[in-house]
């Protein structure tokens, strides 16, 4: 049993998976604001840009500020100080279904998932999952290309004992994101259906949305390999990995 289910949507219907609109994925600056911090960051990085000293420098500085304030149409003071302009603009969210079926008890598979060091082993994103405490956990996650990595703090927020584990990200994180697991048994002992669906929130307004678009189909791949890569080890005991070879996932 392999099946799969995508949709990019305003808001998810599921309470538990549902990431909070935090930081950068959230809007709260209005229309009238954004065009004038894009304007008014343009003139500034463009003049501050050609001061070859440190006025000019933290001029462009503050023109980048204004310039990511009107492209995101996140402003971080505004979310410091409680203020939002935003009209009530909805905030852009991507959630990934997808499940198959494990050829190993219900309680092995829970167990393996549950102990969230465990992750990385499979999900090739991950850099380290640490256990803070009985619910809460830190994430380092690597940024595509190279660039860097990503962190955030998240919590359990639903458990049940071989049934079902639903986490979801902490504000402030740098990605807004959220995750359930569904463990049931299939038919004919057949094993374990593993259903996984996982949410996120890009940043906010009209770049956002484009870069929501781009990133969909690599996230619905990487979600369909993470969980092959976690069959394979729950059946096998490891992962091969045909990384460099010619017929190698891409």
Known sequence: ??????????????????????GSSHINVGTAERIASLVGGALLAYYGLR??????????????????????????????IGRDTSNGTKDISIEITRSLTINRSRNDVFRFWRQLENLPQFMKHLQEVRQMGPKRSHWVARVPKG??????DAD?????????ISWRSLPGSDVDNAGEVRFTDAPAD???????????RPPAGAVGGQIARLLNPAFEQMVKNDLRRFKQLMET??????????????
Request: charged fraction near 15%; charge should be negative.
């Open 147 to 152: 660039v860097g990595t990503v962190e955030w």
């Open 156 to 164: 359990i927020v639903k458990e049940e004992t071989d049934a079902l």
């Open 1 to 22: 049993m392999d099946t799969y289910n995508s949709k990019m949507s305003d808001v998810l219907d599921t309470q538990y998976i549902s990431p909070p609109a935090t």
């Open 51 to 80: 001061k070859p000293n440190l006025g000019g420098l933290a001029m462009a500085a503050a023109g980048g500020a204004m310039l990511y304030r009107g492209s995101t149409g996140f402003c971080p003071l505004n979310s410091t």
């Open 190 to 200: 057949r094993g374990t259906i593993v259903q996984a669906t996982i949410s996120y």
């Open 237 to 250: 005991g490891e992962v091969t990995t045909v990384e460099g070879q010619p017929a190698g996932e891409r």
